[in-house]
């Protein structure tokens, strides 16, 4: 206790005592034989004093404190009493007993004294002793006595404790300035603090302010990270140097535009990022707090801290490279991905780069799958999705969505994401299998090409192989004639080998206008369809006018977009079979028109009224070499012709009819570019 020391550093107590001591008036012994007990407390005070000066406080306050009650309060008994001047020095004693002590002991001294002054008012009342009156000059030595023994007293006390207090304030200062200074260094940023020679006055332009800080500013104080930071061994290398000084080369625009951040912020701090460069030329990145210091419009320091942020910049450059690199994938990617919940609903939803999705992709989070898809494909993916969080196993399925007037089909992977959730990915594979279907649809094709084609071989080497031996046997008949001079017989021979020889090129030219079909054609064009009946009408004006043929042609006929010749072709075969096949109608009739539409593409019909087709004929009467009398004219080319022309421009041609009963031809034919490739 800095009060204790300083009682027990100063003598101001012991030159009371020894005065008291010393006062003739009032201590003297009865006896010269005998040991006053003054003397006795005098010489306990001095021992208790010099104890008290050699550092022993703690031990002898309490002794010293009663020693010196215990003196006063004798010194008033033997006098005045109650009105002895020794009773005010407990006044004194409370105080220093507090002071030296503690309030118990204070409080205790102040009971005993009250005590003491009663007992002697008492005492004095009673008889038990009797005042002794002093002479006034007496009184006045007492007194004066007294306040100079508390002048004495109190003065060093004071001083003492004073210099006790401002002691304990440097010391804790000095600890706190350590702990500060500690807490500084040791601090894992960088923290400085910026003068200057002349205070910045913040009523110039916000400009020449950041100028005025940028070029005078000293760095006064900073720790050692901060000099870390800047690649320096120690602080002592930095501190005086000026901001314009550290900050060098082409990273000064990041300092100053930090400063300027600050100036605009009114000094009340800020916090910013700058790129900056090392004592070693490394680029490195902080993380400032700014804040400064202004007393009637002058700027007098700026303090701030400093955090190197170039290791967390370099991952979140390089984890949005990768985040880029992630998205650049998945957007290449042309699958659709989900994730789903044991119960379907969907978590997460990344598009696909090709494939726009049934509704927009925001709207698909935390709908269930039952909630988007039909059932049929909400059951698949549901069954798909138990499988994969049960089994742990991929699983894929397929499934088509309606798209207009087209079916599109998609394929989905469904696999274990972790105990609740899976993730699907989803592609369209319509292309996939459309192209599966073309080839199935070729395979088909190519296979009834084949069919046709050994079919037309055999034919072919039949009817060819007909008017060849048709020729050689008639060869030798008219060699025979010649022999025999048999000109008549030789004449029919000759015309048996002509007509052998016209029904060879005539079925040679069927085949080869059957095998331009599809090749050697022009390009289409828009063909008033009523044209090409009256030219073919006209072409076969003979044949009608012989059999006396009634032709009945619809007005609102349509237009189509077709081959001009091709289709021409098809209209004089059909017409011409329906002529050639009347047989004995009376009332012979030959209709064209149109029987509504197919695939937006018109059905357009020639009907007749002639002996019609057996059921069991219908399709074999478009085979090649078919023919339903093999006696009537032709090769048997014509419908297989007819039927060729009208598929390759995306139609297609039936029969309806019975035998002994009319026979309808219809057929479909584009009406416009986009009908071409249709499926009539």
């Given at each position: 206790n800095p009060l204790r020391t300083c009682l027990s550093s100063s003598p101001p107590l012991c030159n009371m005592l020894l005065l008291m001591q010393d006062c003739p008036w009032r201590i003297e012994p009865v006896n010269s034989n005998e040991t006053h007990p003054n003397v006795i407390l005098f010489t306990i005070h001095a021992l208790l004093l010099f104890a008290l000066k050699r550092g022993h406080g703690k031990y002898v306050a309490i002794p010293l404190?009663?020693?010196?009650?215990?003196?006063?309060?004798?010194?008033?008994?033997?006098?005045?009493?109650?009105?002895?001047?020794?009773?005010?020095?407990?006044?004194?004693?409370?105080?220093?007993?507090?002071?030296?002590?503690?309030?118990?002991?204070?409080?205790?001294?102040?009971?005993?004294?009250?005590?003491?002054?009663?007992?002697?008012?008492?005492?004095?009342?009673?008889?038990?002793?009797?005042?002794?009156s002093d002479s006034p000059y007496s009184m006045a030595w007492e007194l004066t006595a007294i306040f100079l023994l508390l002048i004495a007293f109190v003065y060093p006390m004071v001083a003492t404790i004073r210099q006790a207090l401002t002691a304990v304030q440097e010391n804790e200062l000095k600890t706190n300035?350590?702990?500060?200074?500690?807490?500084?260094?040791?601090?894992?940023?960088?923290?400085?603090?910026?003068?200057?020679?002349?205070?910045?006055?913040?009523?110039?332009?916000?400009?020449?302010?950041?100028?005025?800080?940028?070029?005078?500013?000293?760095?006064?104080?900073?720790?050692?990270?901060?000099?870390?930071?800047?690649?320096?061994?120690?602080?002592?290398?930095?501190?005086?140097?000026?901001?314009?000084?550290?900050?060098?080369?082409?990273?000064?625009?990041?300092?100053?535009?930090?400063?300027?951040?600050?100036?605009?912020?009114?000094?009340r701090g800020v916090e910013i990022e700058t790129t900056e460069k090392t004592v070693d030329g490394e680029i490195v990145h902080f993380l400032n707090t700014l804040v400064g210091r202004v007393e009637d419009g002058k700027l007098l320091g700026c303090w701030g801290t400093q955090l190197n942020i170039t290791a967390m910049k370099e991952t979140q450059e390089a984890l949005e490279r990768t985040e880029t690199r992630t998205r650049?994938?998945?957007?290449?990617?042309?699958?659709?991905?989900?994730?789903?919940?044991y119960k379907g609903d969907i978590l997460r939803f990344v598009p696909s780069s090709t494939t726009n999705p049934l509704i927009p992709p925001e709207e698909f989070l935390g709908r269930n799958i039952s909630q988007i898809m039909p059932s049929?494909?909400?059951?698949?993916?549901m069954f798909a999705i138990q499988r994969a969080l049960e089994s742990g196993l991929l699983q894929v399925f397929e499934y088509q969505l309606p798209e207009y007037d087209k079916q599109r089909y998609y394929e989905a992977s469904v696999v274990q994401s972790d105990a609740e959730t899976v993730i699907a990915m989803v592609r369209d594979v319509t292309v996939r299998t459309w192209a599966t279907i073309e080839r199935e649809n070729l395979i088909e094709e190519l296979e009834k090409k084949n069919a046709e084609l050994e079919q037309f071989t055999y034919t072919v080497s039949h009817d060819l192989k007909?008017?060849?031996?048709?020729?050689?046997?008639?060869?030798?008949?008219?060699?025979?004639?010649?022999?025999?001079?048999?000109?008549?017989?030789?004449?029919?021979?000759?015309?048996?080998?002509?007509?052998?020889?016209?029904?060879?090129?005539?079925?040679?030219?069927?085949?080869?206008?059957?095998?331009?079909?599809?090749?050697?054609?022009?390009?289409?064009?828009?063909?008033?369809?009523?044209?090409?009946?009256?030219?073919?009408?006209?072409?076969?004006?003979?044949?009608?006018?012989?059999?006396?043929?009634?032709?009945?042609?619809?007005?609102?006929?349509?237009?189509?977009?077709?081959?001009?010749?091709?289709?021409?072709?098809?209209?004089?075969?059909?017409?011409?079979?329906?002529?050639?096949?009347?047989?004995?109608?009376?009332?012979?009739?030959?209709?064209?028109?149109?029987?509504?539409?197919?695939?937006d593409m018109p059905i357009l019909f020639v009907k007749d009224n002639g002996i019609g087709i057996a059921p069991e004929f219908k399709d074999r009467i478009f085979g090649l070499f078919?023919?339903?009398?093999?006696?009537?004219?032709?090769?048997?080319?014509?419908?297989?012709?007819?039927?060729r022309i009208v598929e390759f421009h995306g139609g297609r041609i039936w029969v309806e009819s019975e035998a002994g009963m009319e026979a309808v031809f219809f057929f479909t034919l584009p009406a416009s570019p986009q009908d071409q490739g249709k499926t009539g």
């Open positions: 404190i009663f020693s010196t009650w215990v003196l006063m309060t004798y010194q008033a008994w033997i006098a005045d009493g109650v009105r002895d001047t020794a009773i005010t020095s407990y006044i004194l004693i409370v105080v220093v007993s507090a002071l030296i002590a503690s309030w118990r002991v204070s409080l205790v001294v102040s009971m005993m004294s009250i005590f003491v002054i009663w007992g002697m008012a008492i005492g004095e009342v009673v008889g038990l002793r009797s005042p002794i300035e350590e702990k500060y200074r500690n807490f500084i260094d040791s601090s894992l940023e960088g923290i400085w603090f910026i003068g200057f020679d002349k205070p910045v006055s913040t009523a110039l332009p916000v400009e020449e302010q950041v100028q005025l800080i940028y070029n005078t500013g000293i760095l006064q104080d900073c720790n050692e990270s901060l000099a870390r930071m800047y690649g320096f061994a120690s602080k002592d290398q930095i501190i005086g140097m000026r901001l314009c000084d550290l900050y060098a080369g082409d990273f000064n625009q990041s300092a100053m535009r930090a400063t300027f951040e600050m100036v605009k912020n009114d000094y650049a994938l998945l957007e290449a990617i042309p699958n659709m991905i989900f994730e789903f919940d049929d494909v909400a059951e698949q993916t007909s008017p060849l031996i048709t020729i050689s046997g008639f060869l030798g008949y008219i060699r025979e004639d010649i022999n025999s001079g048999n000109r008549e017989r030789l004449e029919r021979s000759l015309q048996r080998i002509n007509a052998a020889a016209k029904k060879m090129q005539n079925l040679l030219d069927d085949l080869l206008e059957l095998s331009r079909v599809g090749r050697l054609t022009s390009e289409p064009e828009p063909v008033r369809f009523k044209d090409l009946v009256m030219e073919t009408i006209e072409m076969l004006h003979g044949p009608i006018t012989q059999n006396k043929i009634q032709m009945q042609v619809d007005e609102d006929l349509p237009v189509i977009h077709v081959d001009r010749q091709r289709i021409l072709e098809v209209i004089q075969n059909l017409v011409d079979n329906a002529v050639k096949f009347m047989s004995d109608q009376p009332n012979p009739v030959v209709a064209i028109g149109q029987a509504g539409e197919l695939n078919n023919k339903l009398d093999v006696q009537s004219d032709g090769t048997g080319v014509g419908l297989a012709l007819v039927k």
